[in-house]
């Protein structure tokens, strides 16, 4: 059906993690055409996770959680500018527009940034977003994908989860890993 998204659990997509949503904004879509919805999560284990929750405009997209290890990997092999077509890869077999859509969301948490004399972007040291990955974590946040569906389903509430620890930062963010370093060697 034109315009809705896929369903990570209906048994064609990948297995969906157990994520437990930190964040859910909102950004516009690099065309600047529609809204997107998107999360922001992490597993038990603390790895960040993201995905795409909706769209105004009629593009499909596909739902399920991405680690983003796997989104800043890519970013890393890109040649030169960052374009939508970079994040491809990760998302093959899936609809094409996830990975534009994905690309709006790591613009909206300043992970990506724009180049200012020719057409993409550029991956930043997400220092940022990973400040505030950690506050969301240490404060609690939103209840689990888990415990959200059995919420509407009417069923009892999942059961309370302990604090999830702190995010795989040395993973994620290289560059925050450098730093760390530096300071250790003055």
Not at 35 to 52: C, K, M, P
Not at 97 to 122: D, H, I, K, M
């Amino acid at each position: 059906m034109k315009g809705k998204p896929g369903n990570a659990s209906d048994g064609h997509g990948p297995t969906v993690p157990n994520v437990r949503v930190l964040k859910s904004a909102q950004c516009k879509s690099l065309s600047g055409r529609s809204t997107l919805g998107y999360e922001v999560g992490a597993t038990g284990d603390g790895e960040i996770h993201l995905r795409i929750k909706s769209n105004s405009g009629s593009g499909c997209f596909g739902r399920e959680w991405t680690p983003l290890r796997e989104l800043q990997q890519a970013l890393a092999k890109a040649p030169g500018p960052v374009t939508s077509g970079t994040l491809n890869r990760v998302f093959a077999g899936r609809s094409q527009n996830t990975s534009g859509f994905v690309a709006a969301a790591l613009l909206s948490e300043g992970l990506l940034e724009p180049l200012s004399n020719t057409r993409g972007y550029s991956p930043t040291d997400g220092v940022g977003f990973m400040s505030e990955v950690r506050r969301l974590l240490e404060k609690g946040s939103p209840a689990t994908v888990a415990s959200v569906v059995a919420r509407k389903a009417g069923a009892a509430a999942a059961p309370t989860q302990k604090p999830a620890p702190k995010p795989k930062a040395d993973a994620a963010m290289p560059s925050e890993r450098m730093a760390k370093a530096k300071t250790v060697k003055r």
